[in-house]
């Protein structure tokens, strides 16, 4: 069973918010691929300069045990990511330092979250709709899928913020959260203080994605979800072709045969190149060949 390792530095409510998202994709291909999550602190503590090359040498260690090792940040805003790029040690640049150095081998990936984590919660307006009412029961109901389909933007990626530290996708949820309390309990309009208290934060993004449903209809609202789900889908796609591979005995390092360099070309070089039918259709070929 392959074993994705996903790294979000930024913040471990975000991490578990990924995980849970990824665990929803895998679960969407009815894929056979283990999330595993490596944490804020393990971040700092490989980037600390007393540590010379420690991020690569982290990453290093869990190439031991995963398959595949995927760094995702949020990417909120042209501006807000031309002063990170322009700030030598900011994480970005860190991270793409250190995808540079296993480009060879494509075992590690960089994903940024556009437009930040939020946007790909706002995938699916109902799921919050649902958390903020903690009835799940909401998914069915008219009046609810009524309501979040009058708010559901189209593309989520597009909700930028016109200016560093302006309005963006935390505001739109922040907003968004507050129309549901109100339409749930109209008596907090006249509150504020208590409606400010229940509004979204970051804290709750991990619990907010457990409601989030994924689907190939909410995957198409941010194309930066739809990337990660294809590399996702890729992986799982070339692990179940090589185990036929492996199980027919044609699989084998050190051997010159064709069916190996064709399954390690696939892995190492262009996994994430090709649409996904390719992989199935190149396996089902030479599959007949042998029989």
Known sequence: ???????VPESDYDRTAVGCIANKIVALYGGNITIQLATKQGFNTAIHPKIQDGLKKAVDTYL???????????SDGTQSQNQRRREKNSLVNRIEEVVKLFEGEGRVKYFPMIQELEAWLLVDYLGICC?????????????????ANSKQRGQTDLI???????????ECLVKLSREILIKHNPNLQD???????????ESQSSNIAAYIEINNQTLRKNNSLVEFATCLQQLDAYFFIFSIYESLGLVDINSSHLHTKL???????????YPIELYYH??????????
């Not at 958390?131 to 309501?147: L, Q, V």
């Not at 399954?263 to 190149?273: A, D, G, H, T």
């Not at 190149?282 to 029989?291: D, H, K, S, W």
Request: zero cysteines; charged letters at 30%.
């Open 1 to 7: 069973m392959p074993s994705v390792r996903l790294w």
């Open 191 to 201: 509150k504020p203080k208590n409606l400010k208290e229940r509004e979204y934060e």
């Open 64 to 74: 031991k045990n995963d398959d595949l090792v995927i760094f995702l940040l949020d």
């Open 263 to 273: 399954v390690l070309f696939l892995y190492k070089k262009s996994m994430f190149s």
């Open 160 to 170: 930028a913020e016109a200016e560093s530290g302006g309005r963006g996708v935390k």
């Open 282 to 291: 190149i396996f089902n070929v030479q599959l007949f060949r042998l029989l």
């Open 131 to 147: 958390f903020f009412t903690k009835n799940a029961d909401h998914r069915n109901h008219p009046e609810w899928i009524k309501f």
